[in-house]
């Protein structure tokens, strides 16, 4: 089953995702290597032989529509299987972007939408204006690796998550800062009820030095 990274853009997911892919997976040095253990979805490979490439040309967001088929396919090995996404996790055109048989949970990092609005002008070189229009837009949507994401306002795409009726744990990205220690351990206890995770209190130190800004920035 699939338990959701999910945030809207620009939220913390990437430094959320080095922390657990490193505490769980930590096969390589490179802090960077073990994100391919918590793979992005939409993602090309999980659609081939399902979709209608044609009708997406039409439509880029009739994508939605193979969303569940697709997961279906991740799902039948019946392994835990942790994937990130920008995705809001409401409907299109009457086709959801999950639901309780393929998710075993979500974990749903949030930030404050003023933060929000800064790094996504500085990511992307954008006048503030134009950032803040991004997340009020209930039309934003993007393209993850020719597939396109919906993810709509900062309101809507955190009240889908909110309100999404499957096991979750919402953190925000400012209390993470401030206390990684603590956050960081109820993310893995969450991820305990799906994983069988030993909890290491010197190794999620470890891990949390590794990865934290400054040793970031070195990379």
């Not at 569940?68 to 809001?88: D, G, M, V, Y």
């Not at 990511?123 to 020719?146: A, C, Q, W």
């Amino acid at each position: 089953m699939i338990l959701w990274l999910a945030s809207y853009p620009k939220s913390g997911n990437t430094w959320l995702r080095l922390l657990i892919s490193n505490y769980l997976w930590l096969e390589s040095t490179n802090i960077f290597d073990n994100l391919e253990y918590i793979p992005k979805f939409p993602k090309k490979n999980y659609f081939e032989g399902i979709v209608d490439e044609e009708s997406l040309k039409k439509d880029p967001l009739e994508v939605f529509k193979y969303f569940i088929p697709a997961q279906e396919i991740i799902n039948k090995n019946n392994e835990l299987k942790i994937l990130k996404t920008h995705n809001f996790a409401g409907s299109i055109k009457g086709y959801p972007f999950t639901n309780s048989k393929n998710s075993s949970g979500a974990i749903y990092i949030v930030r404050d939408p003023r933060s929000v609005v800064v790094s996504n002008a500085h990511h992307n070189d954008y006048e503030f204006e134009k950032s803040t229009d991004r997340i009020m837009s209930n039309k934003t949507v993007s393209l993850n690796d020719g597939f396109m994401e919906a993810r709509l306002t900062w309101k809507i795409h955190y009240l889908s998550w909110k309100k999404i009726d499957i096991p979750k744990i919402i953190i925000k990205y400012e209390d993470l800062f401030s206390d990684p220690l603590n956050k960081f351990l109820e993310v893995l206890k969450f991820i305990n009820q799906f994983k069988k995770v030993k909890i290491d209190e010197n190794k999620i130190k470890e891990i949390i030095k590794k990865c934290s800004f400054v040793n970031l920035l070195d990379n």
